[in-house]
């Protein structure tokens, strides 16, 4: 079942890939399925991205149950549950370990509204606290510092971004890794200054109200 939404995030894991947003098997992509939103497609554990097959992709439940697939499931389903679990804006959710972001959340910093993509993901990513790869730990931790976001740093260990979808959790990761990369450039010439608050707020209601294509007939 969910047949072409698996080929769809076999596709997306190709591309962050491709990307280098991740090195080998590392990270992990999931999108939330089924007519009520009540499973979640989940990649597998340790198999390169483009040798993964429909086949292959786990469909899971809400109680971490695998409901279809022979696979194990990447280590880190469990983060990736939680956060369908509290979200029901969430449909679709890609971790990486990609350079820049990573480096930041190394350094337990958190990347603040340096620019529009940051505003516009909810505003400052957060660093959510070190807990071992794969536990429930790290899952409730990430929930923690995500909040109502669209994004989160993992304490030594790499990014997430939760979307509306595969489409958009791709492009936000991404755009989020260029930031985290200009953030550190800024950084090392000299004092950061994030935008403020009051213009990230005017940003966002302009970019909710006027951007994009008008839908005709509305
Ligand atoms: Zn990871």
């Given amino acids: ?7 769809q995030l076999i596709e997306y894991g190709i591309k962050v890939f491709k990307s280098g947003l991740v090195q080998g098997t590392g990270g992990n992509l999931s999108q939330r399925v089924g007519s009520e939103g009540q499973y979640y497609l989940m990649t597998p554990s340790g198999i390169d991205y483009d040798s993964i097959e429909p086949k292959d ?16 499931p990447s280590i880190e389903h469990g983060m990736h549950r939680e956060v369908y679990k509290h979200r029901e ?3 679709a959710i890609i971790h990486t370990h990609s350079l820049y972001a990573t480096a930041l959340s190394i350094a337990r910093q958190p990347l603040p509204e340096i620019e529009s ?17 794969g536990s429930m730990e790290l899952a409730r931790n990430v929930v923690k510092a995500l909040s109502n976001k669209k994004a989160v740093l993992m304490a030594n260990h790499g990014l997430l971004v939760a979307e509306k979808n595969l489409e958009r959790a791709f492009k936000g990761c991404l755009g989020i890794e260029q930031c985290a990369h200009m953030y550190i450039l800024a ?14 707020d005017e940003l966002r209601e302009y970019i ?9 007939g509305n």
């Avoid at 079942?1 to 080929?7: G, H, P, S, T």
């Avoid at 950084?187 to 990230?200: N, Y």
Wanted: glycine share 10%; hydrophobic share 35%.
């Fill in 1 to 7: 079942m969910f047949e072409a939404e698996k080929m």
């Fill in 187 to 200: 950084r090392s010439i000299g004092e950061v200054c994030p935008i403020d608050s009051e213009k990230c």
């Fill in 208 to 216: 909710r109200t006027s951007y994009g294509q008008k839908k005709k």
């Fill in 117 to 133: 993509t940051i505003v516009l993901m909810g505003g400052s990513i957060e660093v959510a606290e070190f807990a071992r790869h």
């Fill in 57 to 72: 992709v786990l469909v899971m439940d809400m109680n971490g149950s695998i409901v279809e697939g022979e696979r194990s």
């Fill in 89 to 91: 804006d969430i449909n």
